[in-house]
């Protein structure tokens, strides 16, 4: 029985049948707020769930517990252990339903675990968390100031923070957030399209001749769903090759435009990635800028993973030239460690988002209202109703410094280049690049007994390919850890670590690969026998 003090309404004349109840009987849901005298059985119901979530949050960074507790979409859609997704028809308990909670978090994924190596969002910041608990609990929207007076001076003192690291000067910058950085690089394009061409606002694309933008072999996918999604089309994206490393080769560029110039074709934008999603690459901004410049083309640099390192004095070097793009991604919820999800888009135009997306709905964005008009936000937007993603960056700000965010991007990094150390001297591990990683990606493959001495070839390609995913199974099921594997251009699946959760540590590291190697080794004897 929970220790709730249940105060129940028996009927809809509370002052009258207001009865206090023992534990026979659990309250519902209709005990809670507004009912009147709810406020024990809300208060009681909340630490309850503070409790449980308290409790997730410790297990969550405890090397002993799971990572996760995995089963197959059928086990969890029948229903686990008296955990089940249907709905009733009669309402439950408050009991229940701080049993479904927990039983929500048992099976879902440790994501701020030290040994949970899988994404690039990471981590269990604390107070972020508590910054999305008072977001939700304000349960606004971030489109009028009248709404949201605090959280929409937030945005704008966070967005001018960040305009500021990136390099821009006072007079120029603007900027949203919005959800995922794939939204943020739609943003990117759509308006350099209407900075080009503002007649496709009303006219559409077939006001324009056929638009061409350019993005490199390693970038993320957003660029080409940017492409389909505004009818530019996906075709009409060209993609610049990479070298070895994976960053845009500026020659492959600037050739790439002229073909697409002798073909009649309008070039008008250029991606270049700072912290490709695979290798961690960046991309030569400066170089990708001058000829951006020549051609009258619009820079937009997709920052989202490659972001947080702005804050760090050592590595913001590896950005260099981000300050001459004229937008960049930067996604908070990365490499900075913000809870899920918060992302902006920063513009160096002032005024630009605003007259690419207004359309000036009188409903909502009344121009008679009693204050200054210009911090009804929303109209920016491709929006209507935004959630508030701004609050937990700024307390997070306010907790750490910059100087607390620039200490967990160094310590990430350091993780990064600790196993790239070990995975050198390590005769059953190989690197898919050899030189020190830029970012916090290390890319590598586990290589059995029976590979180590196999000269390269498609055999070799075609055994190899199959031994990350069945380790990544293994380990799944095992739960103790998570990393992801992904096959890349020519190149057949191979591990990606990535760091970005501060409580990882260099004994997680050591784990890891310990990890791989003893479930590779069950499991690669089973593949070199099948085959
Ligand atoms: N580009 C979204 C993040 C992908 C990843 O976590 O690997």
């Given at each position: ?12 004349e509370?002052?009258?049948f ?54 197959h979409?059928?086990?969890l ?42 994404q ?8 972020g968390?508590?910054?999305?608990w008072l977001?939700?609990t ?45 939204m ?11 900075h ?31 492409a389909?999604?505004?009818?530019i089309?996906?075709?009409n ?10 960053k ?83 996604n ?14 920063l513009v160096?135009?002032r ?16 121009t ?9 936000t ?10 508030v993603d ?46 020190k ?15 180590r001495?196999?000269p ?7 055994r ?5 995913p ?13 990393i ?22 260099t ?12 479930l ?6 089973r593949?070199?026998?099948d085959l």
């Amino acid at each position: 029985a929970l220790p709730l003090r249940v105060c129940i309404k028996d009927t809809w004349e509370p002052e009258i049948f207001l009865i206090e109840r023992g534990p026979d009987r659990v309250p519902l849901c209709l005990d809670l707020l507004p009912a009147l005298s709810g406020e024990d059985t809300t208060k009681g119901f909340f630490q309850e769930l503070v409790n449980i979530l308290f409790s997730y949050v410790c297990k969550s960074f405890r090397r002993s517990s799971k990572v996760l507790d995995f089963h197959h979409p059928h086990q969890l859609r029948v229903g686990l252990e008296g955990f089940s997704l249907e709905l009733p028809d009669q309402p439950e308990n408050l009991e229940q339903l701080l049993v479904d909670c927990k039983d929500t978090l048992k099976y879902g994924v440790k994501t701020g675990h030290p040994r949970f190596f899988n994404q690039l969002s990471s981590g269990l910041d604390v107070i972020g968390l508590a910054g999305e608990w008072l977001t939700s609990t304000a349960n606004t929207n971030m489109f009028t100031y009248e709404v949201s007076p605090v959280f929409i001076l937030m945005e704008e003192v966070l967005l001018r923070k960040m305009q500021e690291i990136v390099g821009w000067s006072e007079v120029e910058g603007d900027g949203v957030f919005c959800p995922g950085g794939t939204m943020s690089n739609l943003y990117s394009v759509l308006l350099a399209r209407y900075h080009f061409f503002p007649e496709v606002k009303t006219k559409g694309m077939t006001a324009l001749p056929r638009l061409i933008l350019f993005t490199s072999a390693h970038s993320h996918y957003s660029v080409k769903k940017s492409a389909a999604v505004l009818g530019i089309g996906s075709e009409n994206v060209v993609v610049v090759k990479c070298n070895d490393r994976g960053k845009m080769i500026p020659a492959e560029l600037e050739s790439s435009i002229v073909t697409a110039k002798d073909q009649g074709c309008v070039p008008f934008y250029v991606n270049a990635t700072a912290g490709t999603t695979v290798y961690g690459a960046f991309d030569p901004l400066n170089a990708i800028a001058d000829i951006c410049e020549s051609h009258g083309l619009w820079l937009h640099v997709d920052a989202a993973w490659g972001g947080g390192l702005l804050m760090s004095k050592l590595h913001r070097v590896k950005l260099q030239g981000i300050e001459r793009a004229w937008s960049v991604t930067w996604n908070p919820h990365k490499m900075m460690g913000a809870p899920l999800q918060c992302s902006a888009i920063l513009v160096k135009k002032r005024g630009l988002l605003q007259d690419c997306n207004q359309l000036c709905a009188e409903y909502l964005f009344q121009t008679d209202k009693h204050y200054d008009t210009s911090y009804d936000t929303g109209d920016k937007t491709i929006q209507c109703g935004r959630h508030v993603d701004v609050f937990k960056l700024w307390l997070m700000w306010k907790a750490k410094g910059s100087e607390g965010f620039e200490s967990q991007v160094n310590k990430c990094l350091e993780n990064a280049e600790h196993l790239f150390d070990k995975l050198k001297e390590r005769p059953d591990f190989e690197l898919v690049f050899k030189s020190k990683p830029e970012h916090s990606n290390v890319c590598f493959w586990y290589i059995p007994p029976s590979l180590r001495n196999m000269p390269p070839g498609p055999e070799r390609n075609r055994r190899l390919h199959e031994v990350a995913p069945k380790i990544k199974a293994k380990m799944m099921e095992q739960g103790m850890a998570m990393i992801g594997y992904q096959p890349l251009g020519d190149k057949v699946n191979f591990f990606r670590c990535v760091f970005s959760n501060p409580a990882t540590q260099t004994e997680d590291v050591d784990y890891l690969l310990e990890e791989i190697a003893r479930l590779g080794h069950d499991i690669c004897i089973r593949i070199e026998t099948d085959l």
